[in-house]
């Protein structure tokens, strides 16, 4: 029996990939933000003439550090599955046909993948982006072969 959230295959199908969001890279990804977030409130406190621009930036470290924290169980637990006809997002029942796909590419560390249709999927904080964009591109790849043949 497969776990809860596993996706249902169909019998012709076979899973070629699992796609986790790396801790590492979330925990980073968050630590960039905080650092960004900081120097701007620091900046725009200072410039409006406020003598504690050091309040704005403990204040944007201290909420995205939050934010990062509240997060991480739901997105550290999501699951994309690439099969030899599909992606199937973390619901486990949503998925994006291999067909479909017209670009998949890095995007800031991420993996966007872009339908014909222009629907967008983002895969987050991704170890190897460069990876999995190979992945999901080889697999498409190959559907488009066995279809044509």
Same mark, same amino acid.
């Given at each position: 029996? %497969? %776990?809860?959230?596993?996706?249902?295959?169909? &019998? =012709?199908?076979?899973?070629?990939?699992?796609?986790? &969001? =790396?801790?590492?890279?979330?925990?980073? =990804?968050?630590?960039?933000?905080? *650092?960004?977030?900081?120097?701007?409130?620091?900046?725009?406190?200072? *410039? #409006?003439?406020?003598?504690? %621009?050091?309040?704005?930036?403990?204040?944007? #470290?201290?909420?995205?550090?939050?934010?990062? +924290?509240? $997060?991480?169980?739901?997105?550290? /637990? $999501?699951?994309?599955? *690439?099969?030899?006809?599909?992606?199937? *997002?973390?619901?486990?029942?949503?998925? !994006?046909?291999?067909?479909? !796909?017209?670009?998949?590419? %890095?995007?800031?560390?991420? !993996?966007? !993948? #872009?339908?014909? +249709?222009?629907?967008?999927?983002?895969?987050?904080?991704?170890? =190897? +982006?460069? /990876?999995?964009?190979?992945?999901?591109?080889?697999?498409?790849?190959?559907?488009?072969?066995?279809?044509?043949?």
């Amino acid at each position: 029996m %497969p %776990p809860d959230n596993a996706p249902i295959l169909e &019998p =012709d199908e076979t899973q070629l990939a699992t796609f986790r &969001p =790396d801790p590492g890279r979330y925990w980073r =990804d968050h630590g960039v933000m905080a *650092l960004g977030l900081m120097a701007l409130a620091g900046l725009v406190i200072w *410039l #409006i003439g406020s003598p504690y %621009p050091a309040i704005g930036s403990l204040g944007a #470290i201290l909420a995205v550090g939050l934010r990062a +924290a509240y $997060l991480a169980s739901e997105t550290l /637990g $999501l699951r994309w599955v *690439l099969t030899n006809r599909r992606l199937i *997002l973390p619901d486990g029942q949503s998925a !994006v046909m291999l067909r479909d !796909v017209e670009r998949v590419r %890095p995007f800031l560390g991420d !993996v966007q !993948v #872009i339908t014909s +249709a222009g629907d967008k999927h983002l895969l987050k904080h991704m170890a =190897d +982006a460069e /990876g999995v964009v190979g992945k999901i591109t080889a697999a498409r790849g190959q559907r488009a072969e066995r279809r044509a043949s």
